[in-house]
């Protein structure tokens, strides 16, 4: 039954992974890219490493499965709001569609 | 532990995560600015954390997973000192 279960969540995740990476190819400027390929990967990685959890068991690798899991939902967001708030002060420009950037207006106010 | 070697979806599982390791690698040779290249190396590490991990499931063997957490840490570090460059201002200004 854990089995099933494991294999079940390694298959979402991999689709996950899939789909965040046609999103970063395919999106027009780097802050949609990041938003679609940051969410869907982090997600997928760690419902694969869930998966993992869950055939191998509480065991030595199981244990390191779910350390990793831990460790790429706590530093995946950090990376990617750093990143983009780089990308921001690097003077990247938006999308031509984009319709609001309130970032640039609370700058032009302070 | 389920062993898999004689079953074809872990094969299915990693060849679409090569493709998807492919997509990146088309980003970073294509991305017009720095900050989209370091965006898909970043996706590229966690992309490689998933392919470790589905290592371990097929072969049985633990130290495959130090790879992946090793890996993260390094794609971590990476992406914070890549962001920590380019928010300096150009040369030119």
Request: proline share 2%; charged share 15%.
């Amino acid at each position: 039954m854990t089995d099933i279960i494991g294999v079940l969540l390694i298959t979402i995740g991999v689709l996950f992974d899939l789909f965040g990476c046609i999103g970063l190819v395919r999106l027009p400027d780097i802050y949609n890219r990041l938003q679609a390929a940051t969410k869907c990967v982090t997600l997928g990685t760690c419902m694969i490493l869930l998966g993992v959890l869950f055939i191998a068991g509480i065991g030595s690798s199981g244990i390191r499965a779910l350390l990793c899991a831990i460790f790429i939902l706590l530093t995946s967001p950090v990376a990617a709001h750093a990143l983009s708030r780089a990308a921001h002060r690097a003077g990247i420009k938006l999308w031509d569609g984009s319709v609001v950037d309130r970032y640039a207006e609370k700058d032009r106010n302070d | 532990m389920m062993y898999m070697m004689d079953s074809v979806w872990p094969s299915i599982f990693m060849l679409i995560l090569l493709f998807s390791g492919f997509l990146c690698l088309y980003r970073i040779a294509r991305g017009p600015t720095a900050p989209d290249r370091t965006v898909a190396i970043d996706i590229l590490g966690t992309l490689m954390v998933g392919f470790c991990a589905i290592l371990t499931w097929v072969t049985g063997k633990d130290y495959y997973m130090n790879i992946g957490i090793t890996w993260a840490l390094l794609s971590f570090i990476g992406t914070i000192a890549l962001a920590k460059y380019l928010e300096g201002r150009d040369f030119d200004d």
